[in-house]
């Protein structure tokens, strides 16, 4: 590959002088004693120009000649995709790139989000780089960086997933050297019945009219915040007393019925009843949660956009340290305590698999310590003798016919 550059003329910094296109090298003067030197050359048609960091003229040949020894060598030696000019973009644009191709009808709205929200991390970090800087000591500093700003190791991971796909190229294969994050198992808490307490006194004193029956449907049915945000008056049958979910994360999820129990069909009522009070008789497509101010609904046909501010305010005066997705961990574990087959909860959570299943059902200490105690539990099932029967008297075997 070719590599050329061309120099130029100095130029203090915050001069008027416009230099000529051709120029490839300038000096940038931070103040009239002191200059940085800046270099630049173009290699497999991909332009570096770059600080050398230095004001001393030698230095920056030597830094010059290091990068480019550095590109040829990762250009040569490294992992290379069919089309090795795809490596000398930038970061940045590799992720448009892909941020372009995933934004399909094939997929999902919130997939579609979920990688438009790592991108800007990454871009904001690693953006200006060639993927042929991405050398595993870039990547394990950007890992400290993250962690330093406060992002959980899950979230770290998750953005540096992003990256390998944008790259084309498995996370293990791009720097084998570098292990993953370890994320927490323990992915959410169920709530203690006192908890559970302070959060409803809390919500119902809350200016907002939505978040007192939004966090008492979350805990009676293990609804998603999404779900229950974007829940339509045509999926509920009040007659029948049966809730069916539109809008879920999972195809599992989608269209799932629950069945209302007297405190669920109550809370349901007096929503529905308070939204036709504001704008008469509900019609099917009107969101049982709509649009509104925080104080009074607005537009009964567009959802209400979010119950963060709100659930945040809850929290911080019921002083329960958790999230909302909590509340849907609560729910699963009441079940399991209860003894709710798996297929019934699966059936009414929307899960997929028993596996993610048992993620969620975290059985709470008190009732792991009330099972133990049971005294049925010290009695077995069956009577198992103490010595084994001996045989204490030898009997001959008839044989039929003699």
């Known amino acids: 590959m070719n590599a050329r550059s061309t120099r130029s003329r100095r130029r203090p910094r915050g001069s008027d002088v416009s230099l ?26 991909k332009r570096y120009r770059e600080s050398a960091r230095t004001t001393r003229k030698t230095k920056e040949a030597d830094c010059e000649k290091r990068r480019r020894l550095e590109i040829e060598r990762h250009y040569t030696e490294g992992v290379r995709p069919e089309n ?112 559970e307490g302070r959060l409803l006194a809390a919500a119902s004193k809350n200016k907002s009219k939505y978040i007192y029956p939004f966090v008492r449907i979350a805990l009676l049915t293990g609804m998603r915040e999404g779900e229950i945000r974007t829940l339509q008056f045509a999926r509920l049958d009040l007659n029948s007393k049966l809730l069916r979910v539109g809008r879920s994360k999972t195809p599992a999820g989608r269209g799932r019925g629950i069945p209302m129990n007297a405190e669920l069909f109550s809370t349901i009522k007096g929503q529905a009843d308070w939204i036709g009070e504001n704008f008469g008789e509900p019609e099917p497509d009107w ?75 975290h059985i709470r200490n008190e009732a792991k310590r009330k099972a133990t105690d049971s005294p049925t539990l010290a009695t077995p099932i069956f009577e198992v003798p103490q010595e084994s029967p001996q045989v204490t008297q030898k009997r001959k075997l008839k044989v039929v016919g003699k």
């Open 20 to 45: 000529p296109a051709h120029v490839h090298r300038q000096e940038d003067r931070r103040n009239e004693k002191a200059a940085t030197w800046w270099f630049e050359f173009t290699y497999a048609g």
């Open 84 to 195: 090795p000019l795809r490596m000398m973009r930038s970061v940045k644009e590799a992720l448009d790139d892909y941020a372009a191709r995933y934004d399909a009808p094939n997929h999902q709205q919130k997939s579609i989000a979920w990688v438009k929200e790592r991108i800007p991390h990454l871009k904001r970090l690693l953006g200006k780089l060639s993927l042929l800087d991405l050398a595993e000591s870039r990547i394990t500093g950007y890992m400290r960086t993250r962690s330093t700003e406060g992002a959980s190791n899950r979230t770290v991971n998750m953005e540096l997933c992003v990256l390998a796909r944008a790259i084309g190229r498995p996370f293990g294969q791009l720097w084998p050297n570098v292990p993953k994050l370890d994320e927490r198992t323990d992915i959410g808490r169920a709530l203690l019945p006192a908890e």
């Open 287 to 361: 969101y049982l949660f709509p649009f509104s101010n925080r104080v009074r609904p607005i537009d009964p046909k567009r959802p209400v956009t979010t119950m963060k501010t709100a659930w945040e305010s809850v929290r911080t005066a019921a002083k329960v340290s958790c999230r909302f997705h909590d509340l849907r961990h609560t729910a699963a574990t009441k079940m399991a305590e209860n003894d709710v087959p798996e297929a019934t909860m699966k059936a009414l959570l929307g899960h997929m698999s028993k596996a993610m299943l048992e993620r969620y059902s």
